[in-house]
């Protein structure tokens, strides 16, 4: 009998209050050339609280290193193709891959490239375009190929789909040759859960930063890297970056304080929502706690400093990679993500997943009951052979929920709310599992497996 994990559409969200290089940078000083922008992104999405869940106590080495290690993975050059965003998020799932299985999988960024560009078919629209959409080599956002790759969809080598480095080399293709190149991707293994650390308020306590940082060692350790967002005007090679940026002992170093908040406020780049908008993706593969402040042009309180992964090439900063101040602005208000990996079984694995708003999928509040109280209901269907229903997977914006899962063997015909299907929730629905998210992100829930039957439908 075949598997199946269900994932659910809909966003699990709770009412809360709480008070494009053209060429890479040279490494003679903080470089100067102007480079291309290819990963901006307004943050529009306001900084979401978080129910307080209390962290598992962990032992963390001070020093984490993988670069001459067998966990190492190669430092890429994006040239002047704004695919910054498709390097970050490749990165991740490689070494996401080699922490897990230990076998080191190059992937090709511009895979992705073409997965979520508008013009990406010659022979008609991309089904895949993201909300606002964006073209060949403009830019994109790493979270997004990561959730993708959570959904079913997975990763194309590099020697099956080269990426190109100069911009202009990248035409929209035929979708059948799209489709032919998406056959030979590695399935070897498969995206389980992706784990988003939110950013938090720049006001935040000593102990809520302090917080956030050993939540991405942890992430680190556990998973392999996590996607990072800076601006370049101010961590990189613009003039600006002169003021929070240098090289020093032969390593580049980067804290934008969150004191550089008013100075990047001026320049308007801050969005409506009064979060920092970031225009480049890099990866972050490590941390030393002993890096020490004064290797920083703006020194911070105390020493410390992630280990971030470029993809400008070995001639950028210490070949490749540079330093972070714990303290940087962008790890403070950013999003970070990650993914959990694991070998693909060799049981057939099939996923359904709704983006359907009839019928078959709703998402409503009892208010009348409790305002923290959500319930959301997709309906699935069965066309082939006999399986059995062994996860369900929701993708939540905050950590501490709790959560119940209730199978129906048939299609939902009652709406939600309604007397009946509270009836129904009671007297037909089975429970089938419940528990709490301790983390953000689409995640992948255990279930009592119920077996489905061909050409059936499930709720």
Not at 145 to 174: C, D, H, I, W, Y
Request: charged share 25%; proline share 4%; with cysteine.
């Amino acid at each position: 009998m075949l598997s199946v994990v269900t994932f659910f559409s809909s966003e699990i969200s709770y009412a809360m209050t709480e008070q494009k290089p053209a060429e890479p940078p040279v490494e003679q000083g903080v470089a100067e050339k102007k480079v291309v922008i290819d990963n901006w992104q307004e943050n529009n999405e306001p900084l979401t609280p978080q129910l307080p869940v209390k962290q598992k106590r962990e032992i963390l080495p001070s020093v984490f290193d993988p670069r001459g290690t067998a966990l190492e993975t190669p430092v890429k050059n994006q040239g002047s193709v704004g695919l910054c965003w498709a390097y970050s998020g490749t990165d991740v799932l490689s070494l996401a891959k080699l922490r897990t299985l230990g076998s080191l999988t190059n992937f090709s960024p511009n895979y992705w490239n073409y997965t979520f560009a508008t013009n990406a078919y010659s022979d008609g629209f991309n089904p895949n375009v993201k909300a606002g959409g964006w073209g060949l080599d403009e830019g994109g956002i790493p979270k997004e190929l990561l959730l993708s790759s959570n959904l079913g969809r997975n990763s194309v080598r590099e020697s099956v789909f080269p990426t190109a480095t100069v911009k202009g080399q990248n035409q929209p293709m035929l979708s059948q040759d799209y489709q032919a190149m998406t056959a030979k991707a590695d399935t070897s293994f498969e995206v389980t859960d992706t784990f988003i650390l939110k950013g938090i308020s720049l006001q935040s306590s000593e102990k809520e930063l302090a917080e956030k940082t050993t939540s991405i060692k942890s992430m680190i350790k556990n998973y392999g890297a996590m996607t990072f967002s800076q601006h370049d005007t101010y961590s990189l090679d613009k003039d600006k970056a002169k003021k929070y940026a240098q090289i020093k002992a032969g390593k580049y170093t980067s804290h934008v304080p969150v004191s550089a908040y008013s100075d990047i406020k001026a320049d308007q780049n801050v969005s409506k929502t009064g979060r920092v908008d970031t225009n480049h993706a890099l990866t972050i593969i490590g941390w030393d706690d002993t890096f020490d402040k004064s290797m920083f042009k703006v020194q911070p309180k105390r020493n410390g400093a992630f280990i971030v992964k470029n993809s400008w090439g070995t001639t950028f900063g210490d070949k490749g990679y540079y330093y972070v101040s714990y303290e940087d602005i962008y790890l403070v208000d950013g999003d970070l993500t990650t993914v959990k990996v694991k070998e693909r079984d060799n049981e057939q694995l099939n996923a359904y997943v709704t983006t359907r708003d009839d019928n078959h999928s709703w998402g409503f509040r009892l208010d009348q009951i409790d305002q923290q109280q959500m319930y959301v209901a997709n309906s699935f269907e069965v066309k082939d052979k006999d399986k059995s229903l062994t996860h369900v997977g929701f993708y939540n914006e905050h950590r501490g929920l709790k959560y119940e899962v209730y199978y129906l063997p048939k299609e939902l015909t009652v709406k939600p709310g309604s007397l009946q299907w509270a009836e129904d929730l009671i007297t037909v629905y089975k429970k089938i599992g419940e528990g709490t998210f301790t983390e953000v992100g689409m995640q992948r829930l255990t279930v009592a497996p119920q077996d489905v039957q061909e050409q059936s439908a499930y709720t």
